[in-house]
């Protein structure tokens, strides 16, 4: 592990100590340390367990905006075959904060989209950490509209703070092409799934998981706001974003009883940015469980499915 968060601070010393030990042995032959370094692994493991174990709201949007985490990059690239990324909306620009075109997922020929955050300074600034504009929207819009005219299922992997709030956005339509993405959703007869990878933010998120099936990693977090922002407009202070987050019921457990998503995605111990492998494997389980499920449906049936999973949101788990 190279980024340890705030609340592993206590596993990192033990871990740490253990890899001391290891480089002493390392340097020094006769030296055998290989009962004090398994004793501070099974403590490290141990607490491991215990942190994870009871992580609260707070610590899951961490886990979940963790830099190590997988993106939609990761997945895209072991997940699918034969990917041909499609740039542009055909009216503005390319946004490379929104990626997606035609792949195979299992050898199905299939319509992947999916915001990606970047994973180190210059593609981070470059993919503008997720946050799409206008175009990336459209982009997706346009995507959506080939998919359906050449029947192919769509797969949406969302991991966004929110779109885009900057003045340019604005004034090239931000709301109306996120309306338009998540009308877009709604409409096309074609299987839908999309799967929370990472944070889940505002109409950012919703543009994408308007689907026939939503499902969740086990430590993302979907919601309307991001906990800092609910909190300064709450109470007019960020900081008290640890009371937002257990106010906004934004984990994969809770919106899973409110029927919000259909499905938790479970991550390898201590969070899918300890073994990306381990997670990106339950990721195709569940992409190929949920297509499953929607299989052999026609168009009117998967566009009335849709409808009816939206326009009954929230009539379920109101009282948990």
Same mark, same amino acid.
């Given at each position: ?5 705030? +609340?592993?601070?206590?596993?990192? =010393?033990?871990?740490? /100590? #253990?890899?001391? @030990?290891?480089? !002493? $042995? ?102 503008? +950490?997720?946050?799409?504009?206008? =175009?990336?929207?459209? /982009? #997706?819009?346009? @995507?959506?509209? !080939? $998919? ?173």
């Amino acid at each position: 592990m190279s980024q340890y968060l705030d +609340f592993e601070k206590p596993l990192a =010393e033990i871990e740490g /100590k #253990a890899e001391e @030990l290891r480089a !002493l $042995a390392r340097a020094n032959e006769d030296m055998d340390v290989s009962e004090e370094a398994r004793a501070l692994d099974e403590k490290a493991a141990k607490m491991l367990d215990d942190l994870y174990a009871s992580l609260t709201p707070w610590r899951k949007c961490q886990v979940a905006r963790h830099p190590n985490r997988p993106h939609c990059q990761d997945y895209i690239n072991a997940l699918f075959t034969e990917y041909t990324p499609l740039a542009g909306d055909r009216n503005f620009a390319d946004d490379l904060a929104v990626m997606g075109g035609l792949a195979r997922f299992n050898d199905q020929p299939v319509v992947v989209i999916g915001q990606e955050k970047g994973n180190d300074t210059k593609s981070r600034i470059e993919r503008n +950490f997720g946050m799409a504009r206008p =175009e990336g929207y459209r /982009k #997706a819009v346009r @995507l959506m509209e !080939l $998919a359906s005219k050449f029947s192919l299922p769509v797969i949406t992997l969302v991991d966004t703070p929110g779109a885009y709030p900057g003045k340019g956005a604005e004034e090239r339509g931000q709301s109306e092409a996120i309306a338009r993405s998540t009308e877009k959703c709604l409409q096309i007869g074609v299987p839908l799934v999309s799967v929370i990878i990472g944070e889940g933010g505002s109409g950012g998120a919703v543009a994408f998981a308007t689907a026939n099936r939503v499902a969740m990693l086990e430590h993302s977090v979907y919601s309307v706001i991001t906990p800092e922002g609910c909190a300064s407009i709450l109470w007019k202070d960020s900081e008290k974003m640890r009371e937002a987050a257990e106010a906004m019921r934004l984990t994969a457990d809770d919106l899973r009883k409110l029927g919000v998503t259909d499905r938790i995605i479970p991550e390898p111990k201590g969070g899918a940015h300890r073994n990306a492998e381990a997670a990106i494997a339950s990721v195709r389980t569940a992409i190929t469980e949920m297509l499953k499920e929607l299989d052999g449906k026609d168009g009117k049936a998967l566009v009335a499915d849709r409808r009816e999973k939206y326009l009954g949101m929230g009539s379920k788990g109101l009282a948990a």
